[in-house]
């Protein structure tokens, strides 16, 4: 899918500014999952911290991580969609993000994606995949984690 010259530069606005001044940015202390990500054939590395509610949902999330413009723009990007979002709709956007960058699979939400949608491009490059995948891929595996821990 060819991107047309405003998307395209809309596209290296926001991954520029996400890169530069990354939202939520930083670490959670006290109780919440924390995961390592990285992505070796680029040298990108993501840490992710997420506090879940009773429910499962995002109650707080921050990541901190160093790499490609790519990695932590969509890091960024996605704590900002995640953020108190209940924990079918963080799935949902998970699925739909993949759908997005990989263009496997069809969109169900993409009001709710917003500008992740930009991402788009990365499809036609495997490796730029995984950089924008890495942060979605901690936040699954952090997820998990919580589920398998339980209410304890
Ligand atoms: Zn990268």
Not at 65 to 86: D, H, L, P, W
Not at 87 to 110: I, N
Not at 114 to 140: I, S
Request: hydrophobic share 35%; glycine share 10%.
């Amino acid at each position: 899918m060819a991107l047309s010259d405003d998307l395209r530069d809309l596209y290296q606005q926001v991954i520029l500014d996400h890169s530069k001044s990354p939202r939520n940015h930083g670490q959670l202390t006290g109780d919440c999952v924390h995961v390592h990500g990285d992505n070796p054939t680029c040298g990108d590395e993501i840490d992710m911290y997420v506090r879940f509610d009773a429910d499962g949902g995002i109650a707080d999330i921050k990541f901190d991580g160093q790499g490609c413009a790519i990695s932590q723009a969509s890091a960024s990007m996605m704590t900002v969609k995640i953020k108190g979002a209940t924990r079918d709709k963080a799935s949902a956007l998970l699925q739909d993000f993949r759908s997005v960058v990989t263009g496997e699979g069809s969109v169900q939400d993409e009001d709710a994606l917003g500008e992740l949608q930009l991402l788009e491009g990365v499809q036609k490059f495997p490796q730029r995949v995984k950089c924008a995948m890495l942060g979605w891929r901690a936040l699954e595996q952090a997820m998990q984690q919580e589920k398998t821990s339980g209410d304890a």
